[in-house]
């Protein structure tokens, strides 16, 4: 039952047949799942390329371009990750998880407009929104578009939230994930400056309306946060509503 002892009868069986690629993949997801990434991607290098050979340009060697994309892109090899998840997505494997990744990707190297293409593909499936939608909120404040930032944090925060109350089954690996954005996303949230970048909400598309109507949304969340609080009464002084600012 152990990693060790299945990795001995793994080695085994490769001295026996050492290109089977049942006996590969069970070798790499083996190595995978002892987080040794470069062996494990040499191991699906080998299937990736007898799939190759063999002309299947189908779903299997999808399936190992995925998975080489998802190892590069641990070892922050940008440049290999990105070729092997497009391939994926162009044979519909793995899709959505394959446009975050890539998202992410141009996230890291500044590709802005890159990266948002396809983390608004991720948003289509639900167990990516969250997580695509917390990402693209660091877009937009990084593109000095506050009020897109702001609901982007408040929708990863809502949708986290959905998806751990939800009657779907979750596997433990994405309730973590949800539990990590709202954890993330909520110290995003208390983080801003009210006096300065929340205030942009509202000023810099001239609407006080939407800033008030986000600050509500927070209210709701976190209704005795100072700093929202104080964004609220600031809110309520440029509207001319003095007592209640008061």
Do not use: C
Not at 26 to 47: D, G, I, R, V, W
Not at 95 to 104: I, M, N, R, T, Y
Not at 179 to 203: H, N, P, Y
Not at 221 to 236: F, G, H, Q, R, Y
């Amino acid at each position: 039952g152990s990693l060790k002892e299945a990795d001995e009868k793994t080695e085994i069986l490769l001295s026996k047949i050492p290109n089977d690629p049942s006996v590969l993949e069970l070798k790499a997801l083996l190595l995978n799942k002892q987080n040794k990434k470069a062996e494990a991607a040499s191991a699906y290098l080998k299937l990736y390329h007898q799939a190759k050979k063999n002309n299947d340009s189908g779903k299997r060697r999808a399936l190992y371009a995925f998975e080489l994309g998802s190892l590069y892109y641990a070892n922050k090899d940008f440049s290999k990750a990105s070729s092997f998840l497009e391939e994926a997505a162009q044979h519909k494997t793995n899709v959505s998880a394959a446009h975050f990744l890539l998202g992410k990707i141009a996230f890291e190297q500044n590709d802005l407009k890159t990266s948002k293409g396809y983390l608004n593909k991720a948003l289509e499936d639900m167990s990516f929104r969250p997580s695509a939608l917390f990402l693209l909120a660091k877009v937009a404040f990084q593109e000095n578009r506050m009020s897109d930032g702001l609901s982007n944090l408040i929708g990863a925060n809502e949708t986290a939230w959905k998806a751990l109350k939800s009657n779907r089954v979750l596997s433990e690996s994405s309730k973590q994930l949800s539990r990590s954005i709202i954890k993330l996303s909520s110290q995003e949230l208390r983080m801003f400056d009210k006096s300065t970048r929340f205030f942009e909400v509202g000023t810099s598309t001239g609407s006080l309306k939407e800033a008030d109507e986000k600050t509500e949304i927070l209210l709701s969340k976190i209704p005795n946060d100072p700093s929202v609080l104080e964004l609220k009464a600031l809110l309520l002084n440029k509207q001319n509503k003095k007592a209640e600012a008061a």
